[in-house]
């Protein structure tokens, strides 16, 4: 049901970019997520989302919600198909960068989303040095995240001690 609601803005050339640009991203994350509960959905989405995606970025390229949701769709997607999470970190550092709050945005949200991603994006890495930073910066944005106190601590917590018992030994 959400897809079907944003064709109205997806075509109305009327709206201003901004807007459409971010009902482009989040249709593209819709899709995204129908493929990744059925993954045979992928053949007759994946173009879909990609286009929708790539059209979000042409119309506003330095909206930070836009790049957000870019590159969680290139974390997600696997690197045959186009996904590449060297290329998602450097938009979610542009991302976590444009949501300052001279930025102005309205209404904000995302922020601490991008922020939790980046760190995710670094323990994907097994770069704990990186990721700390951003995950602990999502936690202050939003202490009630139950995906960063749940998972993303923990995860981070593990992969430190793996950092610290390899160079241990």
């Not at 990744?36 to 930070?64: E, F, K, V």
């Not at 990721?131 to 430190?160: H, T």
Request: cysteine-free; charged content about 20%; aromatic content about 6%.
């Amino acid at each position: 049901a959400g897809v079907e609601a944003l064709a109205p803005v997806l075509s109305n050339g009327s709206l201003p970019a901004s807007l459409r640009a971010e009902a482009h991203a989040l249709n593209g994350s819709l899709l995204g997520a129908q493929m990744g509960l059925d993954q045979a959905r992928g053949m007759t989405l994946g173009m879909t989302a990609q286009q929708s995606t790539a059209t979000s970025l042409r119309l506003a390229p330095d909206n930070p919600r836009v790049l957000f949701q870019s590159a969680t769709a290139l974390i997600n997607t696997p690197p045959e198909w186009g996904g590449d999470r060297a290329e998602a970190i450097r938009q979610l550092d542009r991302a976590v960068a444009s949501f300052e709050p001279s930025a102005g945005l309205a209404p904000s949200w995302g922020e601490d989303e991008a922020h939790a991603w980046r760190g995710m994006a670094y323990l994907m890495d097994n770069d704990p040095v990186a990721a700390r930073p951003a995950i602990e910066r999502a936690a202050e944005l939003n202490p009630a995240s139950e995906f960063v106190q749940y998972k993303l601590m923990p995860w981070l917590q593990q992969v430190e001690q793996t950092s610290t018992e390899s160079t241990d030994s």
